[in-house]
């Protein structure tokens, strides 16, 4: 259930990080084992865009397909995993008070926004990805389909798969547990050519923090 973001930022422990992210820019730290992450939709309907990695071997790294059939859902919430394709377990979803993030997806690129929608040079998240994962020595090779917080990609019966409108509203959170050292990278979505951010990209805010 939403609440305000004054009463979403309210956290019993010590604060490591707090920082406001806007449309376009990039997270990138390692977060480590027992910490906690915390993602506030500041506005509501935003999507955040998030890849992960074991932050001491980064080969081994966030496996979409793995997390869904361990979960035993394509919307993962309170409760469920994030693993990576060695099996290890990178964080724990320990509150989730939207109930709908995307696993499917992916991210939206130049490439893909001058395919789908004919406007080249656009701001993403692919190009925001990179410059959060150079900062840690990573690159190209070491973007994976991500999951997406916040954003809504409802699947019919028939298969069929659509990019709507997010049900986040302003104060909506997910929170994050650490298993392990882990590398976070974080985009914060500037599409406005898809419904994703209801066609108005807004700012977001990250709580690092230890109970």
């Not at 991210?107 to 840690?136: I, V």
């Not at 954003?151 to 019966?157: G, R, T």
């Not at 547990?177 to 951010?197: F, G």
Request: charge should be negative; include cysteine.
């Amino acid at each position: 259930m939403a609440q305000s973001v004054d009463q979403a930022a309210q956290v019993s422990g010590q604060v490591i990080e707090d920082v406001i992210i806007q449309p376009a820019q990039h997270w990138a730290k390692v977060v480590p084992q027992g910490t906690r992450l915390r993602f506030i939709d500041l506005e509501g309907q935003q999507a955040i865009d998030f890849l992960c990695y074991n932050a001491h071997d980064p080969s081994d790294r966030y496996n979409a397909a793995d997390t869904m059939k361990y979960a035993g859902t394509i919307f993962l919430t309170t409760g469920h995993g994030i693993y990576t394709d060695m099996g290890h377990k990178l964080f724990t979803v320990v509150e989730d008070t939207c109930g709908r993030h995307d696993t499917i997806g992916g991210c939206c690129s130049a490439e893909s926004n001058q395919l789908r929608y004919d406007t080249p040079s656009t701001p993403n998240c692919r190009d925001t990805f990179l410059k959060g994962l150079a900062e840690h020595g990573l690159g190209k090779k070491d973007i994976v389909a991500n999951l997406n917080f916040f954003m809504n990609v409802p699947v019919e019966q028939d298969g069929a798969m659509a990019l709507v409108e997010g049900y986040s509203q302003p104060g909506d959170l997910i929170e994050l547990q650490a298993e392990m050292d882990t590398l976070a990278v974080v985009s914060n979505c500037p599409q406005t050519r898809n419904p994703v951010n209801a066609f108005n990209p807004t700012p977001i805010r990250i709580i690092l923090w230890h109970p």
